[in-house]
């Protein structure tokens, strides 16, 4: 097996709080775990409340001089940052691979280069994002203030750690706001080494702030911080809802990127041979453990056969193995309870009548015997049987058909997620039309997952509130502030009595 023969990464275990590395307050610590085999990387420092009451500390200190800083000025650090990622790309992308199990061709070809490319974009935009002169009352001038919303508090999943910490960072820090984040407990490496990373090209003390640590705990208590004045989560529907009760105490702004059940609708008048290879890509890429996985393939009954044909021999011939190979497709998925959870989604497809044309089990290789490994898994079962409803967030996609425009819609609108959905076709009308009646805040045409810094990312229903990414992340992170001004020195400053 020919692996990556860079350095191997530098490895920060500490939490990062003020600019500086230290240990948890009660000096806990856990391991964070290699999927591919279950070794333990390293033990990571366990965030308490006593830790993120430090860092909120920090963080507030550090706000009004990081909130008047030229924009300018902060662009340029977040610029310098994205620089510095490109330097470490191989650094940084052998470190995700371990911590996640997502291949090295992704993290590098992907998670890298796009985490360079969103902190150069809000590097770009910190002095691009203006108020406005509104036309008001003759004789008054009124004008828009767009002003950072304070401390914010951060919570990421496992699935993109490296990723999402550009796209919760780079629009909250051009914005002039200071952050505390807590990465997913599972992995937690690359949101460190980024910190240091920021540290290194001059991002001040205190500005931000990375706790690892567990959800109950740490992110609740994030949640509920009376000093934090926002916080934006990206994760599963379930706990959203505990953030949005959790936020109350002080009224904070909420921001949600949740789950999603991804609908690729493939008609009739499609490329067949493109839809195949893009909606493998859209359930199969980081082994499906992705918000906008399109987990829902939903076939015109004519191209069915042909579609399922060719789409179950590709996902045979997906190379599994070692994420650190570079040849590999698809890795394992990243813990061990996460795979379990997959696998039971078989046996549920099973018991309610679905059948499992492809996959559905652990791939019997001695040498992946140890990893968190589950084949690309093929099921077709009923539109209201719970793998065509429920989240399963692995390589398992579900199969339904269908014979009218109408109908295709349907399917796609029948879940409670809005995240993202595609459909594939040759009829320009019939893109648009059903692009149009899909209820979801992302479609793709003829395409699938295409992500971009300047287009707005997130979901409508069960998949949150709420725009990552672009000018609508901007608006998500400050608070406008309407100006008034008498510039007429003969319009008296208050309404005349009579
Ligand atoms: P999760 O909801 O279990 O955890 C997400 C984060 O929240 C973690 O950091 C976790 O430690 C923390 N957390 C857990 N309990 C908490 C609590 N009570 N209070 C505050 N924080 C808490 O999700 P996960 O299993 O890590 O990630 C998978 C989920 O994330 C999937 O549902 C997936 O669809 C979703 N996701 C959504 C998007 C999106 O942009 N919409 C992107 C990626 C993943």
Redesign the pocket.
Known sequence: MSTTTSAPPKIQTDLFINGRFVKAEDGRTAPTINPHDGSTIADVAQAGKADVDKAVKAAQAAFPKWSSLAASDRGKLLMRLADRIEERATELATLETMDTGHPMRDTTRLDVPRTAATFRYFGGMADKFEGAVIPVDQGFLNYTLRQPVGVVGQ??????PLM?TS?KMGPALAAGNTVVL?????TPLSSLRIAELMAEVGIPEGVVNILP????A??????EHRDIAKVA????????K??VQ?SAGNLKRVQ?????KGANIVFGDANVNAAVGGSAFAIFHNQG????AGSRLILHEAIADEFLEKFIRLAKSITIGNPLDPTTEMGPLTSLG?RDKVLGYVQIAKDQGGKVLTGGAAPKRPELAAGYYVEPTVVEADARHRVSCE?V?GPFVVVTKFKTDEEAIALANGTEYG?GGGLWTTNLQRAHLVARHMRSGMVWINCYKRVNPASP???VGA??YGR?MGFEAMHHYTEVKSVWVNVDANIPPYYPRS
Do not use: M
């Not at 807590?182 to 599972?186: E, F, S």
């Not at 740490?218 to 949640?223: D, E, L, N, P």
């Not at 989560?233 to 959203?240: A, K, L, N, R």
């Open positions: 919570i990421v999943p496992w699935n993109f999402f796209w807590k990465p997913a407990a599972l640590g567990a959800g109950s740490v992110g609740q208590y994030i949640a989560f990206t994760g599963s529907t379930d706990v959203g505990k953030i959790a949600l990127e949740l789950g999603g453990q992705a918000c906008i996460h989240e967030f995240l990312f997130g979901g998949s949150g990552e």
